[in-house]
Every structure is written in structure tokens, then in C-alpha cells.
């Protein structure tokens, strides 16, 4: 067809001339191939090309007539207005953003995103830029996230769920909220992850110090628990096996000395006592 309508608009256009040139008076052969030519040049408007993973939406004098997936080069009506959109899977990697978890502290939060246009219709239609329309709503629920859950249970200790332990969970839950969001788009989120996680600079130095004041204080408490057992055990077996006998100030004694053996930073100089304890 499109080989066709060429041959008629350059028969069209050569006619009038070659009949000037051999003193051809028909005037209605050359009319008539002047109008054929107008015609073939106006109906090869209609033609357009459609690669793969790309979408065509054809509206005719503002009325939605279709959406065309089928590859390669085919011909519509020369007056409808045809939108090429594309259905290929985008990437976000966004910047990260400047947030306030749960419990107020500011945070910097950046996701990934892979989505792609599933509607073509709501994505023409529906909202004026379905690309801006990710990206603010992206942002938009990134934020709400952030204010959903804390950074972690350093101050929420009955916190189930945290934005750096929550790992999985958390990216679901970020996948749910956007695409409820851009499901109004027509948009299609085939995976959102959170890509990047940290305190804000102004406070970063801060809780870096609290975190290690904390793993100190949790390691302190494991070392006292196993030194408590050990002076319960020594004392027990010295007690069964009647190595020596020991009163309650010897008891005493003892486990404050074996307590700052086991509980010191550094290793302890051996003092030998050899008096007695009461002397």
C-alpha cells in the first residue's frame, strides 16, 4: 500500500509536467492526477512504525480509539493523532532525601526503583506527565516510610520493625505504598528497594557514639553474667570437693577477687598473700 500510494503522488506530480512538455491540452487528466497525488500524499500520513516494548495510542479528533502493541509499520487513519509511549521497564535510582524517622531524628533515605507503564490509557489520560508523576510520588512515599518506622530501636526498643533491620519487610511495605500511588498512572512497580540509609551529617557523629556506648554496654553486661557464673561455679566445687573450707567474709573475698580478674579491661598483676586473711 505505502509502494502504491507513492507511484500515485509522483504520477501525480510528473503528469501535469510531461504533458506541458508534448502540448497536451487535457486539462481534466492533469486535474485529476493533481488531486489523485493530494490524496496518496495525505493518506500516507496515516503510516507509523511501532518498535517492540512500544505502544501506540490513537485518539481521533479528541476520542480514544485504541491502543496498538502490534510491531512494524502499519497505516491508521491520516487524521487521528497517534502518541508513541513506551512499555519497557525504567529505573529510579534516586537521590538520597533528607528525612525524619519515626521518633523526629533526620535521616538520609534513597530508593531504587523498576517500574513500567502497564495502561496506556490512565498513563495518557489520566495525569499530564506519567514520568514526573513516579517521580514525585516515589519521594512522596519514601518520606511517609521514613515517618512510619524508626531508623532503629536505639530509643523505640519494642520496635518490631525498623528501617535498617527491617530489610525485606520493609522494601514490601514501600513496594505496597507505591503502588497503590501509581496505580492511578497505570504504573506498574515491578521491584522498590531502599538503596541507601544513614543519620544526617548534623547528628551522625553523635548517634555513631551512642551505638558504640551501647554495643560497650551490652558486651560489659555479657562478661559480668559469665563471671558471676564462674565465681557461682568455683566456689560450688571448692565447696564438694572440700579443698578448703570457706566462711561467708572468705566467700566474700573471693569473689571480689575472681570478679576483677574476670571483669578487668587489662590483665591483672597476681598479688601472693602469705599471711592470712585476718592479718
Known sequence: MFALLLLVAIAGILTPALMEVYGSQTSDAKWFMLIASFVALIMMIGFSIIRPNEALVVTF?????????????????????RNHISV???NING????????????????????????????????VD??????????EAAVRNLAGSYPYDNLEDEHAEITLRGGGEEVNEVLEKALSERLEIAGIKVIEARISHLAYAPEIAGAMLKRQQATAIVAARYKIVEGAVSMVELAL???SEKNVIELDDEKKAAMASNLMVVLTADKEVSPVVNTG????
Do not use: H
Not at 67 to 77: L, Q
Not at 130 to 136: E, K, Q, S
Not at 276 to 279: D, E, Q, R, V
Open 61 to 81: 479528533f479528541g476520542k480514544y480509539q485504541g491502543t496498538c502493541v502490534n510491531n512494524g509499520f502499519s497505516w491508521f487513519n491520516p487524521f487521528t493523532f
Open 88 to 90: 519497557r521497564a525504567r
Open 95 to 126: 537521590e538520597p532525601i533528607k528525612v525524619n524517622d519515626k521518633m523526629g531524628n533526620p535521616i538520609l533515605i534513597g530508593i531504587v526503583l523498576v517500574w513500567k507503564v502497564e495502561d496506556t490509557f490512565k498513563a495518557s489520560f489520566d
Open 129 to 138: 506527565n506519567y514520568a514526573m508523576f513516579v517521580d514525585v510520588q516515589s
Open 236 to 238: 560450688k566445687q571448692l
Open 276 to 279: 592470712t586473711l585476718y592479718n
